[in-house]
């Protein structure tokens, strides 16, 4: 059996979202009782809450929608890099020490603990000019544990251009604490969301 790793963080109505968007609330429109056999619950949430996969139509307004996009690039090699010393922008500098042979998927921790009760205004995220040399590497899917590729108060989101421009997949939220630098396999595969531009994920590694 090989080992996995989970690195969802837990979604409760205490998960951290961006100024604005829409928290997590859970309400129950049937709970058990001598009349009703069951609990059903009705959940209220943005699809970037939690660790998630956004959708190109999250920055491109001609882009498609979640469940849309092919699921391939969310499931296989990749390589988990330690970069807590870095920032504001994550550089190639940050990264170079695990860039040898790289897989098609890279996952950036910068968190010495990962923020599960409050919004950092601070995080860390990618230099545009790390994702563009990334995808010459080969990269096609990069993920993170801060909740965006881009900083918090960005409008020009020159980060997610690149991403837009050279057809990559982004992950954000990932909760990455416990997790050694190194190689793994990764499925975080988002839901067939027709409409949305972005999805939920239950994202694991798993041993090679």
Known sequence: MKKIWDISPPIDANSPVFPGDTSFQ???????SPQCPVNVSAITLSPHVGSHADAPLHYDPSG???GQVDLQTFIGPCRVIHAMGAGPLITMQDLKHKLQHLPERILVRTYAKFPEQAFDSQLKAFAPQTLTALADLGVKLVGIDSASID???SKTLDS????????MRVLENLQLDHIDEGDYELIALPLKLMRADASPVRAILREL
Do not use: C, F, S, Y
Not at 26 to 32: G, R, V
Not at 160 to 167: A, D, F, S, V
């Open 26 to 32: 859970l309400n129950w429109t049937a709970e058990i």
């Open 64 to 66: 498609v929608a979640i």
């Open 151 to 153: 900083p918090a108060d």
């Open 160 to 167: 997610h251009q690149i991403i837009r421009q050279r057809n």
